[in-house]
């Protein structure tokens, strides 16, 4: 019956595009069981090491003790808890924004908002390298989509050229780029959306508590006034939670709140996430050396691997191979040496471009 299928299977079995998941058997960390050995993990996104800190595990038990395990409704309806909106107002605040909005993912924040945001008569520019989410956001938009080249923000200027035919147009970059570990050329686009009268949103998902002097990201990197920028975060990847938000002006967040699906029909975030995300905001406040460690970490594989990539100012070192079968052999090659480095391959990154993608934490104190 689903022969189709089970077809289709096997034609990414015999292109090397077959995934399968490994089993993690202890708490995640610089080090980790998968499949009965010990492991040096070099993939995750728990930048700062916090989904493992004594003090934000604390907080989610507490969390979980005083507002029960689920929100058992939407936001809209029953579900809207007062830890909600204090996390809205603390991400609106590392953000620099007016305000902030909770969903149950980044994912979700993404699909939930372009889709609001832009329409049949608007014009939406993408970068090449925009993360899924943000390509299924514009899909499901059923605005005119144009890709500018990655990184390249006079290419988006100049699909930009008969914006006067659209109601709106919006740009849209992810601002470190989560396969490649380079940053989108903000100031550029953000000079380009005043100047057009374009929105600009930014999926800043490897940036947020990572870069800028207060963990605020890509903006605050760059020193752009954060108030008039769409910032889209999830609380899964440095915030060592789980969730996402969008933080904007009062005006953008309102009408999400009234117009984006995934906020208006799903279940608010479960306590347990809020508590542990409010826990880790307040970590990255306290200890912005664990930016520095995070940095530091990030220099000594880079040299430690002598790759020289672009921009050394993120955890992410892309180690680009090819073709998708020998980033496989590579990785299972590691792997057997106990070190887990993900293959990375497409759809994930364009066909050709096959890559282990490496990323170090703060928790890592040596390569021993
Ligand atoms: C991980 C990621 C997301 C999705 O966030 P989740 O909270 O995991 O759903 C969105 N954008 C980028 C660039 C990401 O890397």
Redesign the pocket.
């Known amino acids: 019956m689903y022969s189709q299928l089970a077809d289709e299977l096997e034609s990414l079995k015999a292109t090397d595009l077959y995934r399968r998941l490994r089993r993690v058997e202890t708490e995640t960390g610089p080090w980790a069981t998968v499949e009965g050995r010990r492991m040096l993990m070099l993939g995750s996104n728990d930048y700062l090491g916090l989904a493992s800190h004594p003090r934000v595990r604390e907080a989610a038990k507490e969390a979980v003790d005083r507002w029960g395990a689920g929100a058992g409704g939407s936001r809209l309806t029953t579900g809207n808890l007062a830890i909600h909106e204090e996390l809205e107002a603390q991400l609106a605040a590392l953000k620099g924004s007016e305000a902030a909005l909770l969903f149950t ?3 979700l924040a ?1 699909t939930g908002t372009i889709p609001a945001l832009a329409g049949r008569s608007d014009l939406i520019l993408s970068d090449a390298l925009n ?1 899924a ?1 943000l390509i299924d956001g514009c899909r499901l938009s059923g605005a005119e989509v144009r890709i500018y080249r990655h990184g390249d923000a006079g290419h988006a200027r100049e699909l930009l050229a008969d914006r006067g035919r659209f109601r709106r147009a919006l740009v849209i970059t ?1 601002g470190v780029f ?1 396969m490649d570990g380079d940053v989108a050329p903000l100031p550029h686009l953000h000079a380009l959306s005043r100047e057009t009268e374009t929105w600009l949103m930014v ?1 800043d ?2 940036a947020t508590g990572v870069l800028g002097q207060q963990g605020g990201g890509t903006a605050e990197y760059f020193g752009l006034p954060q108030n008039d920028i769409i910032h889209m975060g ?1 609380l ?2 440095a915030l060592g939670s789980q969730g ?1 938000f969008i933080a904007a002006p009062t005006v953008v967040v309102d009408y999400l709140r009234n117009r984006a699906r995934s906020f208006v029909f799903d279940t608010a975030l479960t306590p347990a996430a809020a508590g542990a995300a409010l826990a880790a905001l307040a970590i990255v406040r306290e200890e912005p050396q664990r930016r520095d460690k995070l940095m530091e970490n990030a220099r000594l594989l880079r040299e430690l691997l002598k790759i020289e990539t672009q921009d050394t100012i993120t955890p992410i070192i892309p180690v680009l191979i090819g073709e998708a079968q020998k980033a496989l052999d590579l990785a299972e090659t590691l792997e057997r040496q106990g070190i887990r480095a993900p293959a990375i391959r497409p759809p994930t990154v364009p066909s050709g471009t096959a890559r282990l993608r490496l990323s170090v934490t703060a928790a890592r104190r040596s390569w021993m």
Do not use: L, M, V
Request: one cysteine or more; a negative charge; glycine letters at 14%.
């Open positions: 993912s980044g994912y993404a993360h989410c992810d989560s999926d998902a490897h999830t899964s990847k996402g």
